[in-house]
């Protein structure tokens, strides 16, 4: 059966559609497409203090350094919960952990996780205590734009050594 007249035109348009996407999608990169499958990003700061937060001076400056290079988790569910995703402070102590998760929730996560140092304290000064888990659960704070996507933030609500 020879192509009809309308299939002529469905495959000279599907040609030109796919001309016209083309650059677009060349456009809308890797990194585009993980900022639309990311449901959240975690942001905040680790100190080197007992417990975890910025200690300020009488003076009003932030006298505790960062606690750089520690392994941050995010930990869902009962007990020790499980690992479901990870990430390292920088030298200023900046927790940045993106959300790229399909199998939880923000409301999930915000009720069901929390986040736990897994770098001793000790390591950022020894005179720190050795045992004890530095933790804290995560509050909604605001929304990031990355290459035009609103990225919820979460941050720690504050740290305890349990
Ligand atoms: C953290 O500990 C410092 C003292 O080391 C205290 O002043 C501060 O209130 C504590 N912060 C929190 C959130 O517990
Ligand atoms: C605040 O006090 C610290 C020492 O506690 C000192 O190093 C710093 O220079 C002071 N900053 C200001 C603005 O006075
Ligand atoms: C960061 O920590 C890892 C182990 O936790 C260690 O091997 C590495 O040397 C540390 N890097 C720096 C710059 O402190
Ligand atoms: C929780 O983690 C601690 C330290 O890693 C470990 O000793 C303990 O056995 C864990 N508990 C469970 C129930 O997995
Ligand atoms: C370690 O902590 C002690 C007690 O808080 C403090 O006196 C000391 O300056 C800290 N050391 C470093 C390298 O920050
Ligand atoms: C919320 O984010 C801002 C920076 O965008 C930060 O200064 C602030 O400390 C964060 N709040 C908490 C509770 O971490």
Do not use: E, H, W, Y
Not at 31 to 46: C, E, P, V
Not at 67 to 89: D, E, K, P, W, Y
């Amino acid at each position: 059966m020879a192509p009809s007249k309308k299939t002529m035109l469905f495959v000279c348009l599907l040609v030109a559609t796919s001309a016209m996407v083309v650059p677009a999608s060349a456009q809308f990169g890797l990194g585009d497409l993980l900022n639309f499958l990311r449901i959240g990003s975690i942001q905040g700061i680790l100190f080197c203090s007992g417990n975890g937060t910025a200690t300020v001076g009488s003076n009003g400056t932030i006298i505790s350094p960062p606690f750089s290079n520690a392994t941050v988790q995010l930990r869902c569910g009962s007990g020790n919960g499980t690992v479901i995703s990870t990430g390292i402070t920088s030298s200023t102590g900046q927790i940045s952990i993106p959300l790229n998760i399909l199998s939880f929730s923000l409301s999930q996560i915000l009720s069901g996780c929390r986040l736990v140092v897994a770098t001793p304290l000790a390591q950022c000064n020894v005179t720190m205590p050795s045992v004890g888990t530095l933790t804290s659960n995560l509050i909604r704070n605001g929304t990031i734009t990355i290459g035009g996507i609103n990225i919820p933030i979460l941050s720690p609500i504050g740290f305890t050594l349990t």
